[in-house]
């Protein structure tokens, strides 16, 4: 007991009061009282937060009660059965079923097949022009209307240098600009941070994609040297596709999924 | 010198408590009505102040605890190794880092949504905005709860580590488990230990202080160490040995000659050895515990192998450390435990002051001190004093005639020692007043004579009776104290004043003319005293003229002082007409001021006759009838 421990010491020294312990269960008994007063008088977000957290509870504690109160059963008879499985006596013979093995490669490249032009995000919401490109008004007297300012968030490759402002029809500001996404990687179940190599196409119009709009929906190539993957003919594969799967200008960050 | 406030770190919040906090005071402290149709810069500046809001306070809190917990490489040795052996040194590094990292990362999420809201063109893109951007940073603060649960942990912990200054005097008692070091800090401290009978009773540092020569000093009892290698010990053990390696304290090396403590002898011995390193440059003292229960005997005679001797006093390095002595004790009979106070306590103080000497502070001191010697002082005139003039000490002055009367007294005294011892009393002792009072019925019935104290010219006047007032008079308003001085001041003056005017007018006449002036001086001192006598017959009027006379007297008086007889009458024929005129009725007073200064014998004024001559009159004439 380090030296600093006053209370510890105190009980030590003295014991508790005469009346702590029934202090302490009439403290207990009390409890579900004051928390009935304290979810009369919470109101708005509040009351939300603590009727939720309330039910998340609630929920546990009849799971728990549900187990205490089941009987003990021998469980090792209600296993069922897995398909496949043979009873002991039959285990050293090899039945292997090559009509299984048919059908499933045959199911796997016909997947493939219609999977190829396959997209998590089949479809997208269409966005119009007026929402993607703000007029600019130019000019001495800024009644000139024939530039444009890209609202949504776009990709610019490296080398990329600006036209001359009589020449720039479309400007794509620096604050949209954006180089990396967040890649999910369906089968592996994880999430990486790449770098975008190209903008494929963008569902909306071959403008958007020749300008390197990212809207959701947006084909893009990304990065993914660093998995490491391999090609059937031994060359390592860096540039991969990936659907963006959130609206990017409301979420300040490019989410997609990998097309495996 | 860097304080530790260990105690004064505040709670750290979960890291659900914390974001709670965050948003509800970001809701709080932030507007919250906002309408799609307002100007999209309003809008946007709106949910700015939302994300910097959080970003702020988030940075707050985290920059507070980073604030607060000590950091591992600034801190004295002692409480970073302390901190190393309890809490994991690296795993304290990490926690502290992941919480400066995060502080860094929500900075920069903020800096860059706040880009992106710039380009926000509607209500609904820039709340997007503004709930990815707080929703990012909670995530942020969410992953950290591991490491705000650890901080919590330790903060609770170092709030209750014994308050320890490195820097002040010390003492340190270490030994084998069980030896009664404990017991011998409840002894000299008022800290209350914990003691048993049975090993490992202190499992952590217990510091306890007391006064020893007016100074503090503190005490501080370690738990028990074993006789092992290093790696090998345990964090109870590890506590200990961080004491004893860097804090600059005596070690008070408790050794059980009895084995009572359950560890033999030689394991004890074996432990001094393996602790030698430590012990290097602190001042050292073995202290030889449990007295009262029977020894073996050869254990003094390595005791004194362990205690460093006088002779072999030359520390070098390939040589065993060596104690500066050992002492016998008992905690249980209370025997011996003072003096080993004392002993330990001194042997920091000489050590300290030594090492303060020798340093580079204390020579700066000392260059600008002077230290002055009285030079020693030679008293001719004495016997006695001659002895102590060679102590060089300064004795004061005393005259030769009061050293004589002083050697008289001395002689007298021998003489007279026969005499009894009241006598002796009432020649020596002054009678006082208050003897006085308690021979006259004390305080209350005596009342002391005030008189006998006056200080007078003539000791018969001490009784007088003193008026005060004297018909209706203050006598007090009439007193002149040096009324006999000026008195004769003045007199002196005057005889000598008249001397000298005697003297002056006398000079410039012949004898005969002399004569006569004393003749003319005399008589005229007669008259004044006849004529005052005949006017006033109470008492001579100095102020009353002696000049009107009678023309006839004053005719009598020149003739007598030897006037011509023809000028005599001349000047008394004059004197009449004088008188004859004055007497004639006075101008108007205002006439008479109009003309020249004013004389008693002015002829009366006429008109023509203040000019100056005839043209002078015709020209004013002529003036006057112009006008």
């Known amino acids: 007991m380090p030296q600093g421990d006053y209370i510890e010491e105190h009980i030590k020294e003295h014991g508790h009061r005469l009346d702590h312990f029934e202090r302490l269960r009439k403290k207990e008994a009390r409890e579900p009282h004051k928390k009935s007063q304290i979810v009369k008088r919470t109101r708005g977000m509040k009351a939300k937060l603590l009727n939720k957290q309330n039910f998340v509870d609630k929920v546990q504690q009849r799971k728990k009660i549900a187990a205490l109160s089941q009987k003990k059963v021998d469980r090792r008879m209600e296993q069922p059965l897995v398909e496949g499985s043979v009873p002991p006596y039959l285990l050293d013979r090899q039945a292997a079923s090559s009509a299984k093995v048919l059908s499933n490669t045959i199911k796997e490249k016909r997947k493939e097949k219609a999977g190829k032009w396959e997209v998590p995000l089949p479809k997208v919401r269409p966005v119009a022009d007026e929402e993607t490109f703000k007029v600019i008004y130019t000019g001495k007297r800024k009644k000139k209307q024939w530039k444009r300012m890209v609202t949504k968030v776009t990709f610019v490759g490296d080398g990329f240098t600006r036209k001359p402002p009589k020449y720039e029809r479309f400007i794509r500001p620096m604050g949209l600009r954006f180089k990396k996404a967040h890649v999910t990687h369906p089968e592996l179940k994880a999430t990486f941070c790449l770098d975008i190599i190209g903008v494929k196409k963008n569902p909306q119009s071959s403008l958007y994609s020749s300008l390197g709009v990212i809207t959701k929906g947006t084909i893009i190539e990304v990065n993914v040297s660093e998995f490491g993957l391999v090609t059937n003919t031994g060359k390592v594969v860096w540039g991969k596709y990936a659907q963006v799967t959130n609206n990017p200008e409301n979420d300040g960050c490019i989410n997609a999924v990998l097309l495996v | 010198m860097v304080t530790y406030n260990l105690k004064k770190i505040q709670t750290v919040p979960g890291a659900k408590e914390l974001i709670d906090i965050v948003l509800s005071k970001t809701q709080r402290k932030t507007p919250t009505v906002i309408h799609r149709h307002y100007a999209i810069s309003r809008i946007r500046q709106f949910y700015m102040r939302k994300i910097k809001f959080a970003q702020q306070t988030f940075h707050d809190k985290l920059s507070q605890i980073l604030q607060d917990f000590p950091k591992v490489d600034e801190i004295h040795p002692f409480y970073a190794d302390l901190l190393n052996v309890l809490y994991d040194r690296d795993h304290y590094k990490l926690a502290l880092g992941q919480l400066s990292k995060a502080r860094s990362l929500i900075d920069?999420?903020?800096?860059?949504?706040?880009?992106?809201?710039?380009?926000?063109?509607?209500?609904?893109?820039?709340?997007?905005?503004?709930?990815?951007?707080?929703?990012?940073?909670?995530?942020?603060?969410?992953?950290?709860?591991?490491?705000?649960?650890?901080?919590?942990?330790?903060?609770?912990?170092?709030?209750?580590?014994?308050?320890?200054?490195?820097?002040?005097?010390?003492?340190?008692?270490?030994?084998?488990?069980?030896?009664?070091?404990?017991?011998?800090?409840?002894?000299?401290?008022?800290?209350?230990?914990?003691?048993?009978?049975?090993?490992f009773t202190t499992k952590s540092l217990y510091v306890g202080h007391m006064d020893y020569r007016y100074l503090r000093w503190q005490v501080i009892d370690t738990p028990g160490i074993l006789d092992k290698p290093l790696e090998e010990r345990n964090t109870i053990e590890m506590q200990s040995i961080t004491a004893l390696a860097h804090l600059r304290a005596t070690i008070l090396f408790f050794l059980d000659p009895s084995e009572h403590c359950g560890f033999s002898w030689e394991q004890?011995?074996?432990?001094?050895?393996?602790?030698?390193?430590?012990?290097?440059?602190?001042?050292?003292?073995?202290?030889?515990?449990?007295?009262?229960?029977?020894?073996?005997?050869?254990?003094?005679?390595?005791?004194?192998?362990?205690?460093?001797?006088?002779?072999?006093?030359?520390?070098?390095?390939?040589?065993?450390?060596?104690?500066?002595?050992?002492?016998?004790?008992?905690?249980?009979?209370?025997?011996?435990?003072?003096?080993?106070?004392?002993?330990?306590?001194?042997?920091?103080?000489?050590?300290?002051?030594?090492?303060?000497?020798?340093?580079?502070?204390?020579?700066?001191?000392?260059?600008?001190?002077?230290?002055?010697?009285?030079?020693?002082?030679?008293?001719?005139?004495?016997?006695?004093?001659?002895?102590?003039?060679?102590?060089?000490?300064?004795?004061?002055?005393i005259p030769e005639s009061v050293w004589k009367k002083k050697q008289e007294n001395k002689t007298m005294e021998e003489e007279e020692k026969e005499p009894s011892e009241e006598d002796h009393r009432k020649d020596s002792q002054k009678i006082l007043e208050k003897d006085l009072e308690m021979a006259h019925g004390g305080a209350g019935v005596y009342s002391s004579d005030w008189n006998k104290h006056y200080l007078l010219r003539d000791d018969s006047w001490k009784y007088d009776i003193m008026p005060e007032i004297v018909e209706g008079h203050n006598i007090l308003d009439f007193i002149d104290t040096d009324i006999d001085e000026r008195l004769a001041a003045l007199e002196e003056e005057e005889v000598a004043r008249e001397a000298m005017s005697e003297n002056d007018e006398m000079e410039g006449l012949d004898e005969e003319s002399q004569q006569r002036l004393q003749r003319i001086r005399d008589k005229k001192v007669l008259l004044i005293r006849g004529r005052s006598k005949q006017r006033n017959p109470i008492g001579a009027n100095k102020m009353t003229k002696a000049h009107p006379k009678s023309s006839q007297e004053w005719r009598k008086q020149w003739l007598e002082m030897g006037m011509d007889k023809e000028r005599v009458d001349m000047t008394t024929k004059q004197i009449l007409s004088h008188r004859s005129q004055s007497r004639e009725p006075s101008k108007p007073r205002s006439q008479s001021r109009s003309t020249s200064t004013y004389r008693w014998n002015q002829t009366k004024a006429e008109a023509g006759k203040g000019f100056v001559n005839h043209q002078q009159k015709q020209k004013a004439l002529h003036l006057a009838r112009k006008t």
Request: aromatic residues 6%; contains cysteine; charged residues 25%.
């Open chain 2, 108 to 199: 920069n999420l903020s800096k860059e949504y706040l880009r992106l809201l710039k380009y926000g063109d509607s209500l609904y893109r820039c709340k997007m905005l503004k709930r990815a951007a707080v929703g990012r940073m909670c995530t942020i603060v969410k992953r950290l709860a591991s490491s705000f649960g650890y901080l919590e942990r330790v903060r609770q912990h170092m709030a209750r580590l014994p308050s320890i200054d490195p820097h002040m005097r010390c003492l340190i008692i270490a030994g084998y488990p069980n030896v009664g070091k404990s017991s011998f800090m409840n002894l000299i401290t008022r800290a209350n230990v914990d003691v048993q009978p049975y090993p």
């Open chain 2, 268 to 397: 004890q011995i074996g432990l001094f050895h393996s602790l030698e390193p430590l012990f290097v440059e602190k001042p050292l003292l073995i202290v030889c515990n449990k007295t009262d229960l029977p020894w073996q005997s050869q254990v003094e005679e390595q005791l004194n192998a362990l205690v460093r001797q006088e002779s072999n006093h030359s520390n070098s390095l390939d040589k065993p450390v060596l104690a500066d002595g050992w002492m016998k004790m008992s905690t249980l009979e209370k025997t011996g435990v003072v003096e080993v106070r004392n002993t330990a306590c001194d042997l920091l103080l000489s050590q300290r002051v030594e090492s303060k000497v020798k340093g580079p502070r204390a020579q700066s001191i000392l260059n600008r001190l002077h230290v002055a010697v009285p030079a020693s002082m030679t008293h001719t005139s004495c016997d006695d004093q001659k002895e102590e003039e060679s102590q060089g000490l300064c004795r004061p002055f």
